[in-house]
């Protein structure tokens, strides 16, 4: 019963930024870690950056320094501020909320990010 909605994907030339939102809502309180995954054409989806429901963060090495993830409580909304993207950063980026005690797991339907010139 959590419904994650995310937004802000397009295309972008390398080195350039883009800051992606999801939005969520229904049984949120049962969320207690949130966070960026993305899929890339013909790999798996891997977990780019998360956030505790106490503000700790943590980012995958392949974007470190160049990706900042955040959250607006009041909006139960998170964002995923992307800069000096890749071509190889091109993907499906999708909003990921879990709960790590009942092992619940939910992903919204992804926004397309395109980094080519």
């Known amino acids: 019963q959590v419904q994650l909605v995310e937004s802000g994907g397009g295309l972008v030339q390398p080195g350039g930024s883009l800051r992606l939102s999801c939005a969520a809502s229904g049984s949120i309180f049962s969320i207690n870690v949130m966070g960026w995954g993305r899929q890339a054409p013909g790999k798996q989806r891997e977990l780019v950056a998360t956030?505790?429901?106490?503000?700790?963060?943590n980012l995958a090495d392949s974007v470190k320094g160049r990706f900042a993830i955040s959250r607006d409580n009041a909006k139960n909304t998170v964002f995923l501020q992307m800069n000096s993207l890749k071509p190889e950063d091109t993907a499906v980026y999708s909003c990921?909320?879990?709960?790590?005690?009942?092992?619940?797991?939910?992903w919204g339907q992804g926004t397309q990010v395109t980094v080519s010139a």
């Open positions: 990921y909320g879990g709960n790590t005690y009942s092992q619940r797991s939910y």
């Open positions: 956030i505790t429901s106490a503000g700790l963060t």
